[in-house]
Each structure stands twice: as structure tokens, then as C-alpha cells.
């Protein structure tokens, strides 16, 4: 059997800020520095792509060597920098950063309203600075992405934060609206974790606010058949075009709805962890 694909390449256990969505604890150690050794390994077994995150990889004091050990062993390889962008502009880091030629900095965003904001990360104060970075990466032309995080709290903001995005940060191509998995923090969360069919409305509204826009958008984590005609936008469709075995596969499965459903080809289902908060039997 083929070997699952994986790009992640999580390097630290800490975190400037405490995400009520979190699911990085899912891949770490609690309380355990991971040694660089074991970061190496992983690196070294990684193919053409590597998802460099954290919790927030700004914060291990050897990234840049890391960054090094990525660049002399795996030269041509695309890189990912997944972080929540608060510390972006201090000591230098994203100045840094470029000189290792980070392909895609993939930056967190939960709202451009401060108090949603602060509500969802528990940490007061951190929207501008998450701002602040990105049109700093957008000047320098480097390659962005927003990530938007969609639970609770913020899913009926989308097709403002997308109004907002499109108003305050010109130039931004891409916006990936990833829902959140009843994982660690939102582990059978239904206060962090809201229903797919609560938030299909809103999705529909921000997909065809970015299509006016023209900014590409992806979806991840919520099954196809909630995005209506957007559906060649999600993560899955693309990845099954290729044939793979990917990774998310284990984490998601066919309910009573899928048996029928024209989308069923490309579509990877209802997420495990969503079924342990919503039956399959009320999942309308």
C-alpha cells in the first residue's frame, strides 16, 4: 500500500496565543521540546514540499537553523511557513525569513473585528499586529495566503472579513476558509464547532464575494455538497484529481447522505471528530 502523504513539519509546542479551534496538539508532545533530530528526520522523509508550523514556529529559538538544514538538504523544495503573524515583524523575522526563499507564508486570520478576534485566539491586542504583517508581506511581493478558521464565533462574519480583505489589503490573491476540526481544543466542542448546514449560507455569500473580487479562494474540512457550485474549490476535489493517497483520508468517512451524491467521486465525506459532536443521523 502506498505510503499516506504528509507535508507537515510541526517544530515547537508553544504558542503566543490560545486558539479555541487549536488542533495542533493532535501531531505534539505536551510540555516536550521537540528535539531537532527528530525535526531533521521528518524533514529528510518529506518530499518536494514542507509545511514548516507550530503551534507558532516563531517562537523555537533553532527555525532559522532548521530553515538552514531544509535549504541544504532539500534545495528545490517548496516551503510553507504556517504561523499567526503577531511576531512576524519583530527582531527582523520575516526579513530573515526571505533569504530562505519561503514559498507560501500561510498567516491565521479569525476576524477584522477586535473583539471576535480576541475572542477566538484568548490574547488581547494581536490584530493589528497580524495586520500589520500582511500588507508587510504583501509589499515585498512575497506569496500569501489568509487563513480563515470558521467556527462559532466568526462564521457569520465571512462575507465581511472577505469585504474587509478585499477593502484593506490590495493585492491579496488567495484566501483558504478551513473549518475547524473537533480536534484538542474543539474536541467535541459544539460551542466552538457550529453545524455544517448552519454555516452553508455564509459560505456561499464570502465564495461568491471573492469570485466578484477576484480572489482565489479555497475550502477545506466541510463536505462538497455545502458549497453548491463552488465545489472545485475544495482541498479534496483538487487533491483526488491527482490520485493520491493524502493523509486527511483517515479522518473522514462516509455518512447515509454520501451514498447517493454526485459529488461522491471527489468528495473525502463528513469529518470523524464532526460525527463524535453531530450523529450522523441529525447531520441535515
Known sequence: MKKYIDYLVPINNV?????????????????????????FKQILEKD?????????????????????????NKKNCFIEFQTNGVLLLENNNLKKLEKFNIWLYNINYPCHIEKINDEIVWIKCTLKKREEAIKE??????????????????????????????KNFKQLERIQFSFTKAMWAANKNDEVVPKYKDT???????????????IKADVDHIPMCY???????HVDYKKKLLWEKWIYLEEKKYVEKCKNCD???????????????????IYE
Request: hydrophobic letters at 40%; aromatic letters at 20%.
Open 263 to 281: 459529488m461522491r467521486k471527489y468528495c473525502s465525506w463528513y469529518r470523524k471528530d464532526y460525527l463524535e459532536i453531530y450523529p450522523e443521523k
Open 48 to 72: 518536494n514540499y514542507i509545511q514548516i508550523s507550530g503551534w507558532e514556529p516563531l517562537l523555537n529559538r533553532d527555525l532559522f537553523k532548521i530553515l538552514y538544514f531544509i535549504r541544504k
Open 15 to 39: 504558542c503566543n496565543q490560545a486558539c479555541n479551534f487549536c488542533s495542533a496538539e493532535y501531531r505534539m508532545i505536551w510540555n516536550k521540546p521537540i528535539p531537532l533530530k527528530s525535526i
Open 227 to 233: 458549497l453548491w457550485d463552488f465545489y472545485k474549490q
Open 137 to 166: 508581506i504583501i509589499k515585498r511581493w512575497l506569496n500569501l495566503r489568509i487563513n480563515i478558521i470558521v467556527n462559532t464565533i466568526n462564521y457569520v462574519y465571512l462575507w465581511e472579513i472577505v469585504e474587509y480583505i478585499n
Open 200 to 214: 452553508k449560507k455564509y459560505f456561499i455569500e464570502a465564495l461568491n464575494k471573492c469570485k466578484t473580487y477576484n
